[in-house]
């Protein structure tokens, strides 16, 4: 499993790292980390939140990052 979780609590890591040691890519991880956050940390995480994300291809060395701070 090449990969590190970052969450708020080591359920929300779980779930992200569950889906990495299933063959999961880091969206995959990210995805599945982000829904169980909604019940493991319910009192901070919510859909309507916002955050930031940043992913890099490491077949073109480029990076994007996706700003979802609401305004």
């Keep these: 499993m090449p990969g590190v979780i970052a969450a708020g609590g080591p ?19 990210a995805v599945a980390a982000a829904f169980a956050s909604f019940i493991a ?8 939140g916002s955050g930031i994300a940043q992913l890099y291809n490491p077949e073109t060395g480029t990076s994007v990052v996706y700003d979802f701070f609401s305004n």
């Design 11 to 29: 359920e929300t890591a779980a779930a992200g790292a569950a889906i990495l040691q299933q063959g999961g890519n880091a969206v995959d991880a």
């Design 41 to 48: 940390e319910i009192g901070v995480v919510h859909l309507g």
